[in-house]
């Protein structure tokens, strides 16, 4: 996705303090017996992985979502007989004592949502291809057609409105990077921007029909852009003062520790500025196992008690990302600022020991227990750099509360950990002088996320591009990786952030692991592969989860690649944003094979997919054998 720059009509704030964030106003949309928005509680969903036309299995999927406290269940109605379907689903969950509201899942069939809306709470449809269509050789337009192509979609969603108005049946317009229509393509290009001006167009259609029972959602894989879109949507909404709530969730985030990391970011990021009504967690798992992902973020991105940090002025642009310039620092073998990547660190290595060859660690030794530096090459090396303050500065506290190490006998870099905001303005001046400096903040208060912007804005405001480290700690649970990723990710998508360091009960390889999985899931460093898996859905043709567990066996030793692994031709393709390689269900058990956005192989038989995928890398020249497998060269 292009990362241009909104115009200036696009300039308000999306948010009224970013360094006290507070929920953002919005109507209450009735959705059955239950409200999104508003002030009612964010609301937790998910979706159905079964073939809707199996009733029985949509129903008793349905049921255990519900027990397992899905607040609203979603369900897909690729075709009108699916939609005709949720008649006697929604008559067999209630009859089985479930209230839970539904929602059908609509794509490209009009005449599908024109029939779910009978039978549910709740209709979703993708402005990208309600009405307009998205094909493999874009269509060109003329201003004329791009405004003819907006009465067509008034002619198509019209009708829908309508309807729900009279049944009381709340819509999603639910935009999705990768399914953009042409004529929006044509129009904005593969911006955010375009994400929100097709559910905009929407959006004008239900208020000429006088209807206000709106959510809108603006997803993508890349959570980057999740957080920048729904920015950008909120932004322009507030500025005309339509409050609608918004669905927040990272589409094919994946399985296991890297989709709740990917998930953490991007619907972590938004919630702790306040953004997202009801949220869907959409994992490569069974439906079930979202449940409890999605009400830990809520929890732990609770705004209520949160600390106000003084706000500053802020020179950044919150719809696109940009890193903060800072200029190359050199600690020993690692270089930080500039272009380079974002490093990574730890505390003490303790006890633990790195297997031979290891080569994702980088170690920066901390004013704690610092090795002495003539060992540190020997322990460490490739990978070792010294940072900050060795040990024979001894750390003291300053009087305005700056914790500093002695002021003699420098090293060529100090970190400067600050431990509350408000101690910056009583800096002494003479720290100024010293060279080399990096900027942190000290470990406290239950806002971390303005307390760096605030040290990032005082930062500009000084004229000083000096070196962030983003500083924070996991107890080595689920949840305090997901709640770090949230915290994190909301800086590293703000540009905030040369290196991140992470301590806590882990252990430092663990830690150091962790600290590049979450650079990985913000979008801005890539240490593994990157697995792009739709979540499956009625339409799903192949068994994801095994399928993506095949298909990482093979792959996990490679780096810089990403591979996109979806269940259907009609949105995968779309939807897998700018995937390297992907792996699509194009028929009931065959698989086709894409290089970026060109299908290049159809039809391949499930069973030998796999290995298609794997000789279609190596065709690339992208492919080398993992490291056990390797011959050596002998010497
Ligand atoms: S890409 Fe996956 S989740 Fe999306 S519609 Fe197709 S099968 Fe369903």
Redesign the pocket.
């Known amino acids: 996705m292009a990362t241009s720059t909104p115009d200036s009509a696009f300039r308000f704030p999306y948010m009224a303090d970013r360094f006290a964030p507070a929920r953002r106003k919005t109507l209450k949309v009735r959705v059955g017996n239950r409200y999104i928005g508003g002030d009612t509680p964010i609301l937790v969903q998910s979706m159905t992985t079964t073939n809707t036309k199996d009733v029985d299995a949509t129903v008793f999927q349905t049921l255990e979502l519900a027990k397992a406290g899905c607040e609203l269940v979603r369900i897909?109605a690729p075709t009108q007989k699916d939609a005709e379907c949720l008649k006697e689903i929604a008559a067999k969950v209630r009859a089985a004592g479930c209230d839970v509201p539904l929602s059908a899942d609509i794509?490209f069939q009009p005449r599908a949502a024109m029939e779910a809306v009978k039978w549910v709470e709740k209709v979703r449809v993708n402005p990208g291809n309600f009405v307009d269509s998205k094909s493999p050789t874009p269509r060109e337009y003329d201003e004329a057609g791009f405004i003819s192509g907006q009465q067509k979609v008034y002619d198509a969603f019209a009708p829908l409105v309508r309807i729900a108005k009279d049944r009381g049946v709340c819509l999603r317009i639910g935009t999705n990077h990768g399914s953009l229509s042409d004529r929006m393509m044509w129009k904005y290009g593969d911006t955010i921007e375009g994400m929100v001006e097709s559910a905009l167009e929407y959006l004008r259609v239900c208020e000429a029909e006088n209807f206000d029972q709106i959510v809108f959602s603006m997803k993508s894989s890349n959570p980057r852009v999740v957080v920048q879109a729904y920015r950008l949507l909120a932004a322009r909404l507030d500025k005309e003062h339509k409050p609608y709530p918004f669905h927040v969730g990272v589409t094919e985030a994946g399985d296991g520790e890297d989709g709740r990391l990917k998930s953490s970011v991007g619907i972590g990021a938004l919630l702790l500025d306040g953004i997202g009504d009801t949220i869907r967690v959409s994992l490569t798992e069974d439906p079930e196992h979202e449940i409890p992902v999605a009400k830990a973020l809520v929890r732990l991105c609770d705004l209520r008690g949160m600390e106000r940090v003084p706000a500053l002025p802020e020179a950044l642009d919150h719809y696109a990302f940009h890193r903060r310039e800072v200029p190359v620092a050199h600690l020993g073998a690692l270089a930080v600022g500039g272009r380079e990547k974002i490093a990574v660190g730890t505390a003490d290595p303790g006890s633990e020991t790195l297997p031979k060859g290891e080569r994702r660690i980088e170690w920066i030794g901390t004013r704690e227990n610092h090795p002495p530096r003539e060992q540190v090459p020997t322990m460490w090396e490739p990978h070792a750099v010294e940072f900050a303050i060795p040990p024979r500065h001894p750390v003291t506290a300053l009087p305005s509360g700056l914790l500093l190490g002695g002021l003699s006998d420098l090293p060529a870099h100090l970190e400067v950990m600050v431990e509350d905001p408000a101690h910056l303005d009583r800096l002494p001046a003479d720290v100024f002088k010293l060279p080399g400096l990096f900027w942190s903040m000290a470990p406290g208060g239950n806002n971390p996320v303005a307390r760096y912007r605030h040290l990032a804005a005082w930062l500009a405001a000084k004229g000083r591009p000096d070196p962030i480290v983003l500083r924070g700690q996991s107890d080595g649970s689920a949840e305090g990786n997901m709640l770090l990723a949230a915290r994190f990710g909301s800086l590293l998508v703000d540009g905030i952030g040369d290196l991140v360091r992470v301590d806590g009960a882990l252990g430092p390889r663990a830690c150091m692991h962790l600290g590049y999985d979450i650079l990985q899931a913000a979008g801005v460093r890539r240490t593994k592969p990157e697995y792009v898996a739709?979540?499956?859905?009625?339409?799903?043709l192949f068994d994801l989860q095994t399928t993506t567990q095949k298909i990482r066996a093979r792959t996990a030793h490679l780096k810089n690649i990403s591979i996109a692994i979806?269940?259907?031709i009609?949105?995968?393709p779309g939807?897998m944003a700018d995937a390297d390689f992907g792996y699509v269900?194009g028929a009931p058990s065959k698989v086709n094979l894409y290089v970026g956005r060109d299908c290049v192989k159809k039809n391949i038989p499930e069973e030998e997919a796999p290995e298609a995928l794997v000789a279609l890398i190596k065709e690339h020249g992208r492919w080398n054998e993992p490291a056990d497998t390797q011959v050596s060269s002998g010497a």
Do not use: A, F, I, Q
């Not at 739709?534 to 799903?540: A, Q, Y």
């Open positions: 897909t794509h739709c979540p499956s859905c009625g339409r799903t979806m269940g259907c009609v949105n995968g939807e269900g």
